[in-house]
């Protein structure tokens, strides 16, 4: 999961190109390990978008992808991990 945050901290660095590269999904998906999840969570969904969950130390982070074209990261947010599932409407287990 470091290399989620290196690759995000590379992405954003203005210091290695003129004009950083968006993060993609066809990046994220071979660098990112990852779970697909079925609806993105109400706060994140919208027409055209899919979204994607890391697990990574207590937080539960969501990444939001346009449906189109070279599918960009349009949004993110992490969660408390105890929210899981709250997050993904499973019923806590006994």
């Given at each position: 999961m470091k290399r989620l945050f290196v690759l995000l901290s590379l992405l954003a660095s203005p210091v290695l190109a003129d004009d950083p590269l968006p993060l993609t999904y066809d990046l994220f998906e071979a660098a990112i390990p990852h779970t697909d999840i079925a609806?993105?969570?109400?706060?994140l969904a919208a027409p055209d978008r899919f979204c994607r969950a890391t697990l990574y130390m207590d937080a539960f982070h969501i990444f939001v992808f346009q449906d189109e074209g070279d599918q960009p990261m349009v949004d993110f947010l992490s969660?408390?991990?105890?929210?899981?599932?709250?997050?993904?409407?499973t019923p806590i287990p006994d």
């Open positions: 609806e993105c969570p109400p706060e969660y408390d991990a105890s929210k899981i599932h709250t997050l993904l409407k």
